[in-house]
């Protein structure tokens, strides 16, 4: 039998998980690490963590699942979007990471968007707004305010492209991970050159496109020694997080819905062609799947804000003990109602300029209202986004609920009481890293194309029903949430005119 490992850098930890054929998971660890935050819009990180956490993962994985490294055929990638890293000539980083989150480059979003127009950004990129998120605003914010950076730049590369140069020492990325870079065109599969020529570089400084699948070389001797891997063990071009996660849960066809809540939340839909929203509220990217794509409405801060709750005010607890706590709350939080926004809004408002909101605190209310707000107003932003894609003609008879956030029933029944559908889990909490296994399957030869790999790796694991009692009462909170943002985003540019 052939072992397939996967590696998933998400924004603030790295995941590896070793299946075999069936999708059943050998080994697996999981290593946090901190983002460098000096400032409210600024985020970054040390290039060299995702290598040192990765070789980290990988050799605990190898000795927990005491295979011979040989055993392992291939190893793929998931990882976040967005996130800016330099290489000079030599391979080496020329500055901090600027991670996805970071939200400096307004100024240079809006030339962006002034530049080019919404219409043709999103007509091109499938991206419906400019924001600082995007890879293209950060580039620019380099060229203005460290030039010397971008002159040495030999390669710009994306975490998964990092990970890839690492472990193989060639510059490769593929399509779905750099359709939110904004310089990548989903029509013809190609780089967006005119936007290129607007930020300042060129092909050359970017790495060799691929398609998920693809196979990109060995594990070098160097990452052989550093890692513990076999050098005739492949490495093949992975996908996005969020649109490996998706693969991960049988969602390759239209007609499936699946969400994942880790630090960030992505609701994916998969659609055989470019499609739009006439009203520019939700992305449309290139899937990991040749010659098609996904509507994905993504929320920057979803298991994120609950992080920074836990790491801030939960004394120590781990996540089951506060969502154990927040239980025994009852819905709608006793009034208290969060807005989520702590880095900016994502879909479908697009407002960087949000912020997070408390509304409604009273004496009565304890740490464990705030922990089921935070749960609840995550609920409410996938329920925002669903009736977008509704109101695009996406039926949705149930949600297959993916990440970190599926692990817990409270959450779960959370989700499905405040949207009203059936939630449905799958057996490997893991589904980023099963996306990437069955990729990576397809790309050896382990497997002949998906479909068979769905069938081989996938397995349905729980089902939770909507409570009609429940569902009434978040109705109304809802509507709440959304008077309580509309009000917010108007005191808010009040204030940003006044200044």
Known sequence: MSYILSLDAGTTSIKGILFN?????????????????????????????????????????????????????????????????????DGKPLRKAIVWLDNRAKDEADKIKKRFGIDEIYKITGQPDVVPTWTSSKILWLQKNEPAIIEKTHKVLLVEDYLIYKLTGKYATERSVVSTTLYFNIRNGKWYKEMLKFIGISEEQLPELKYSSEIVGNISLKASKETGLDVETIVSSGAMDQIAGAIGAGNIKPGVITETTGTAMAICTTVDKPTYDSKKRLPCQYNAIKDSYVLIPWIATAGMVFKWFRDEFGNNKTYSELCENADKVPPGSDGLILLPHLSGASCPEFNPKAKGVFFGITLSHKKEHFTRAILESIAFMLKRNLEVLQEMGIQINE?????????????????????????????????????????????????????????????????????????????????????????AENIYYEKEKQK
Not at 24 to 43: F, S
Not at 47 to 73: C, F, L, M, N
Not at 468 to 485: H, M, T, V
């Open 399 to 487: 949600v297959i609920s993916l990440g970190g956030a599926a692990k817990s029933n409270l959450w779960l029944k959370i989700k499905a009481d405040v949207v009203n559908k059936k939630f449905v889990t799958v057996e490997c909490d893991e589904a980023a890293c099963l996306g990437i296994a069955m990729l990576s399957g397809v790309a050896s030869g382990i497997f002949k194309n998906l479909e068979q790999a769905v069938k081989k790796m996938v397995h349905i694991k729980d089902t939770v029903l909507p409570d009609k009692k429940n569902n009434k009462i978040y109705e109304k909170a809802y509507k709440r949430y959304l008077e309580i943002y509309n009000t």
């Open 21 to 89: 054929e069936d999708g059943h998971i050998l080994a697996g660890d999981l290593q946090e690490y901190n983002l460098i935050t000096p400032a409210p819009d600024i985020v970054e990180i040390e290039p060299e963590t995702y290598w040192d956490v990765s070789k980290k993962v990988i050799r605990h994985i190898i000795s927990k699942a005491r295979i011979a490294p040989k055993k392992i055929s291939v190893l793929g990638i998931s990882s976040q979007g967005e996130t800016v890293i330099c290489m000079d000539k």
